[in-house]
């Protein structure tokens, strides 16, 4: 496979146009309608939508029920909050209610996290609300390669599907194939495989923890890097097995703690008997502050994890046990 | 174009068949056959059916919390209507739904909805789906006067104006939201005059007369099939009874409101209507109706009792689709 470089958020768009090629029942609802889109594929394809995240949501709702494959784009993830009623009442349940007559294969997608100095509104990593519904997948690539093969999937997919897109990943580069590809739902990856202990990370954390990794293969301590992907569904069995080998787990999240994707991930561990047998140490969790994302940024670093903390937080978990 | 005498007599039947499902499913509810909560459409039977009647088997229609009467005017099917109600395996959506989520993709109907204002969007997206697809198909919105005070009344209309969407927004105005009078409400009694504000007509018309009602649809329905938008068509309306059948529910609306009301009863100004325009309809010819209707509607009890339960693990089916 012929590999080039590209940026995470150049991957995320070549996913959407590679597909909207492909399938031309799809469409992209958005409050800007990005020209280069506009040129390829027609202002009924390409709408550019009143800031009524509501509305265009619900719209999605519609038209992906009435045989069209939409995909929104919400932007910046706090926009979607004023169209909560619209994902929570209505696109995650709106199959099942109906008894499965019919199927709503929508993308949502929206940037996600901090370090931006964009404060509260505008930072924000709310991904375990979702995942506390049923009727959602959820995505969250770290890599371009993982942005474009999830984005395909998930526009491919017949269920409504939310795409987290870490806000400071955009301008990260990775290689992608020249070739069509996808990564499927539901797997996760191991991002580099060690024996002492397993830190499963999500989006930006991924790179701060193999940062982290490199810091402390210095000091002979091998950690393996796990990042799930997809928040729903989730792999268990990788993360499982991965403890299961190393015996000690650190979970890193941009987000806050409490009920959090970190909190579902210790507990999956947990519950397992066999991943809990094999542990040597309590488990530890290393994520933002639990409070709203503060603008000035020695506020902001002071509130969220970083390679530091992830260190100290392997180490913490090594002394334990 | 007025309706054609046929389709009267099909209208009169729709909207007798509407009357006595729900007389028949707020029987069973009250005996427990029926569970949770259920909201009946009696005496705004003409709105729906004068909707409908005006469609074609592929246009769309969504519907709120009140759907029976939708379902019924666009063509569903009785039996899955009530053992839907009974929740049983064989009803429209297995048993998940209920009353307030009936719903038949495949005659256009996209479901009733429990969230007031939930539908508005939903359907400007069948709207746009109709656009795209270019094939004449018009979407259509039944909603209250409650749901008008909703932001997805104002976020909805203006999107289906700006982009000229083949829709048609019903509001069945009949004047309360639950226990709360719209003229507490509505800083303006019509709803009707909000389209000024998207550039796009507003019609109001008499909810209790069919034809009335059928005639504005038409015409709302030519002008959106002809690419030129949607019409915003409020029907003056009022329900018979409570804003649900639940036993003991409060309803403070005047007594002498409703009795006004029933004196306007939509399914006897069509009879009345009938035997005016041809002289010569009869009460034994609207009898042999009735009996018809009944017969459909205690034959959809028998096929709901003769359902079975969904296995209790069916609950986890239908999460996602494949
Ligand atoms: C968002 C929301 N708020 C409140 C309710 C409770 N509720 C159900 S029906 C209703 C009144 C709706 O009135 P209207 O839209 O006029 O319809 P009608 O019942 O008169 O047909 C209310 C308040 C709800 N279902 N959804």
Not at chain 1, 156 to 176: H, I
Not at chain 1, 289 to 303: A, G, K, M, R, W
Not at chain 2, 139 to 144: I, R, S
Request: charged share 20%; proline share 5%; net charge negative.
């Amino acid at each position: 496979m012929s590999m080039r470089e590209i940026s995470y958020g150049r991957a995320g768009m070549e996913a959407l146009v590679e597909e909207m090629r492909r399938d031309p029942t799809t469409l992209h609802l958005a409050t800007d309608a990005p020209p280069s889109l506009v040129e390829e594929f027609g202002e009924a394809r390409i709408r550019a939508t009143p800031i009524a995240e509501n509305a265009f949501s619900g719209i999605a709702i519609g038209a992906a029920g009435s045989g069209l494959r939409p995909i929104v784009n919400w932007s910046m993830v706090t926009f979607c909050f004023v169209a909560m009623d619209q994902i929570v009442n209505q696109a995650s349940k709106i199959h099942y209610m109906f008894g499965g007559q019919q199927t709503f294969p929508i993308v949502f997608r929206s940037s996600v996290g901090g370090g931006t100095s964009l404060a509260a509104q505008h930072s924000q990593s709310p991904y375990s609300m979702f995942m506390n519904l049923a009727g959602l997948k959820l995505i969250l690539p770290s890599t371009p390669y993982d942005m474009k093969g999830l984005l395909k999937s998930a526009i491919r997919d017949n269920n409504p599907v939310l795409s987290f897109e870490s806000t400071r990943l955009m301008g990260l580069k990775g290689e992608v194939p020249d070739e069509d590809y996808t990564v499927p739902l539901g797997v996760a990856d191991v991002k580099r495989t060690g024996s002492d202990i397993t830190v499963v990370a999500l989006a930006w954390l991924v790179h701060e923890a193999l940062a982290a990794a490199e810091e402390l293969e210095k000091e002979g301590v091998s950690v393996e890097v796990v990042d799930p992907r997809t928040l729903f569904p989730m792999d268990n069995e990788t993360i499982r097995a991965s403890v299961q080998k190393t015996g000690r787990l650190v979970i890193a999240d941009e987000a806050g703690p409490t009920a959090g994707a970190s909190a579902e991930i210790a507990a999956l561990v947990t519950e397992d008997p066999a991943t809990f047998k094999a542990m040597k140490a309590p488990l530890k969790r290393v994520c933002a502050l639990q409070v709203p994302i503060p603008y000035s940024p020695d506020l902001e670093n002071h509130v969220f994890p970083d390679r530091n903390r992830i260190i100290a937080g392997i180490r913490e978990v090594m002394a334990a046990g | 174009m007025p309706a054609s005498p046929e389709l009267q007599r099909q209208m009169l039947r729709q909207m007798q068949t509407i009357r006595r499902f729900e007389e028949r499913a707020s029987d069973d509810y009250q005996n427990g056959a029926i569970y949770g909560v259920v909201h009946c459409y009696i005496g705004e039977e003409a709105v729906a059916v004068g909707v409908c009647s005006a469609l074609n088997n592929d246009d769309q229609i969504i519907s709120n919390h009140r759907g029976h009467g939708h379902c019924i005017a666009k063509g569903a099917d009785l039996n899955r209507m009530m053992a839907e109600l009974y929740g049983r395996q064989d009803g429209y959506c297995k048993g998940k739904g209920g009353s307030m989520h009936i719903a038949d993709f495949s005659i256009g109907m996209l479901g009733a909805n429990g969230i007031v204002g939930g539908g508005l969007s939903i359907v400007t997206g069948a709207g746009l789906a109709a656009q795209m697809a270019g094939q004449g198909r018009v979407a259509v919105c039944f909603f209250g006067d409650g749901a008008s005070n909703a932001g997805s009344f104002h976020e909805s209309l203006n999107i289906a104006a700006s982009w000229k969407l083949p829709m048609l927004y019903v509001c069945e105005h009949n004047s309360w939201a639950a226990n709360t009078s719209s003229v507490m409400t509505h800083a303006q009694t019509d709803v009707a005059g909000r389209a000024a504000g998207y550039g796009i007509p507003g019609v109001v018309v008499d909810g209790n007369d069919v034809l009335a009602v059928y005639e504005a649809a038409t015409e709302a329905v030519a002008r959106a099939r002809a690419g030129e938008g949607p019409t915003l068509l409020e029907c003056k309306t009022y329900r018979w009874r409570a804003h649900t059948e639940r036993p003991g529910a409060v309803d403070p609306r005047p007594a002498e409101e409703i009795a006004s009301w029933m004196a306007r009863d939509p399914i006897q100004k069509l009879v009345d209507d009938l035997k005016q325009q041809q002289g010569q309809y009869s009460d034994a010819e609207f009898q042999a109706l009735d009996d018809d209707v009944m017969a459909a509607v205690e034959a959809s009890v028998a096929f709901a009792e003769a359902s079975p339960f969904p296995a209790p693990e069916a609950a986890l089916d239908d999460v996602f689709a494949d």
